[in-house]
């Protein structure tokens, strides 16, 4: 019933910005927790930030604190990844992710905690 769909990767050089959109279904988005994950090459899906129901909480990867940012537009049904000051270790393929239900937890850092996925847009960043 939730289909979240990405938008906004690219090319960008070191130390420029991009910012992600995920659009989301459902009549109850505002209630919905949303999460980015990305993953490169070889490498396992990690997570990046998330943000929980009504935008009231935020919690971010240590690699990326203080450079990106998670935001949400619940009229719009969309959460977003605004990217500053990128480099070229966050070249990777970035996931949307949705959680519906509801559990009082603050945030979610797995992607266990998620159930629905997007299918992800290439970010890469050159030096």
């Known amino acids: 019933q939730v289909q979240p769909v990405e938008s906004g990767g690219g090319l960008v050089q070191a130390g420029g910005s991009l910012r992600l959109s995920c659009a989301a279904s459902g009549r109850t988005f505002s209630t919905y927790s949303m999460g980015w994950f990305r993953q490169a090459p070889g490498k396992e899906r990690e997570f990046v930030a998330t943000l929980n129901w009504r935008g009231g909480n935020t919690y971010y990867a240590d690699s990326v604190k203080g450079r990106f940012t998670i935001s949400r537009d619940n009229a719009k049904n969309t959460v977003y990844l605004q990217m500053n000051s990128l480099k070229p270790e966050d070249t990777a393929v970035y996931y949307c992710?949705?959680?519906?239900?509801?559990?009082?937890?603050?945030?979610?850092?797995?992607?266990?905690?998620?159930?629905?996925w997007g299918q992800g847009t290439q970010v890469t960043i050159s030096s």
């Open positions: 992710a949705v959680r519906t239900y509801y559990s009082g937890s603050s945030y979610y850092t797995h992607p266990e905690d998620y159930n629905y």
